[in-house]
Every structure is written in structure tokens, then in C-alpha cells.
């Protein structure tokens, strides 16, 4: 059974940084792609970055030049970056990746989802 748990998540203030981290369990292998997503109170939920498995990553215009993600695929931890944190950045954060065995996927629809992690940015 697939899991993925998010931490990391806090208050900081406008300009501050924060690392979130996605740790993913269950996978045979490593997942076709991970990803980063958000929603803030009243707001739709958001993508902020999707990691393929074979192929690029996709960062929204919002956080570009600003968030970055790492990897280590041998314990399957996807990390994001937050630097440069604004108020608008403020969201519960959720973890997704792809459904196991798949052989390609996006993400812009992903199967699994962690329970989030709370990023709190003060001006």
C-alpha cells in the first residue's frame, strides 16, 4: 500500500525559507512522478511542482525562481525548496505521485496523496 507523509511545514515570516519533505512508501519502484501541491482557504487547489520520473520538471509560474526540489530516490524523498516565502505562498501543502506500476504520468492527476503539511507565512 502506497504512502506518502509530508513534514516540514511551519510559520515563518515574508522572506523566510522552509524545506518540505515527501517520504514515499509502498513503491516497487520509483514512482513515474511526484509532485507538490497546495490550497489555501478559499482557493482551488494549486499545482507547484511536478517531478517526472524520466523527464522534466514543471514549476508554476508563482514559485519559479524561488522553489526548487531534490530528490533522494533511494529512500524515495521528494524535497521542496521554499525560499523567498510571501504571504500569497500560505497553504496547506500536499504531497501526490503516481499510481504504482505506471508507466508514464504527469502528475496533473495523480493517484496518491499524503495528508499534508501546514506552511503558515506571516508579512
Known amino acids: 500500500q502506497v504512502q506518502l507523509v509530508e513534514s516540514g511545514g511551519g510559520s515563518v515570516q515574508a522572506g523566510g525559507s522552509l524545506r518540505l519533505s515527501c517520504a514515499a512508501s509502498?513503491?516497487?519502484?520509483?514512482?513515474?512522478?511526484m509532485a507538490w501541491f497546495r490550497q489555501a482557504p478559499g482557493k482551488e487547489r494549486e499545482g507547484v511542482v511536478r517531478?517526472?520520473?524520466?523527464?522534466?520538471?514543471y514549476f508554476a509560474d508563482s514559485v519559479k525562481g524561488r522553489f526548487t526540489i531534490s530528490k533522494d530516490n533511494a529512500k524515495q524523498i521528494l524535497y521542496l525548496q521554499m525560499n523567498n516565502l510571501k504571504p500569497e505562498d500560505a497553504a496547506m501543502y500536499y504531497c501526490?505521485?503516481?499510481?504504482?506500476?505506471?508507466?508514464?504520468?504527469?502528475?496533473?492527476?495523480?493517484?496518491?496523496w499524503g495528508q499534508g503539511t501546514q506552511v503558515t507565512v506571516s508579512s
Open positions: 501526490a505521485a503516481a499510481a504504482t506500476g505506471a508507466y508514464y504520468s504527469d502528475c496533473t492527476s495523480p493517484t496518491y
Open positions: 517531478s517526472l520520473r524520466d523527464g522534466p520538471t
Open positions: 509502498g513503491y516497487a519502484s520509483r514512482p513515474a512522478c
